[in-house]
């Protein structure tokens, strides 16, 4: 099982997507880790997930996300 995720930065006001095969290993990481995007804007909050059966379509869906539709999708979920 995989998990395609969209977290969020109250002091930056922007959003994180991604997709892993370990949830809550990976938010604690986007939250302590110094490296990437996310050392910055401190505390990710996850506001969005979705289950996916297999890494490939989890792929494709966070690549989906992060599109213009994507994030049209997203916004009008007030996400």
């Known amino acids: 099982m995989y998990f ?3 977290l969020k ?3 930056l006001n ?11 290993q990976r ?3 986007h939250n302590t880790s110094n490296y990437g995007f996310t ?3 401190r505390p990710w909050i996850l506001i ?3 289950e996916i059966q297999t890494r ?4 494709k869906r966070e690549r989906f ?7 049209e999708f997203l916004n009008s979920m007030g996400k």
Do not use: D, F, W
């Open 39 to 41: 050392r910055t804007g």
């Open 9 to 11: 930065s109250q002091s």
């Open 4 to 6: 395609v995720y969209v």
């Open 65 to 71: 996300l992060k599109s213009g539709k994507g994030r």
């Open 14 to 24: 922007k959003r994180y997507i991604g997709q892993t095969n370990s949830l809550q």
């Open 27 to 29: 938010l604690e990481r």
């Open 56 to 59: 490939g379509e989890a792929m």
């Open 48 to 50: 969005y997930i979705e």
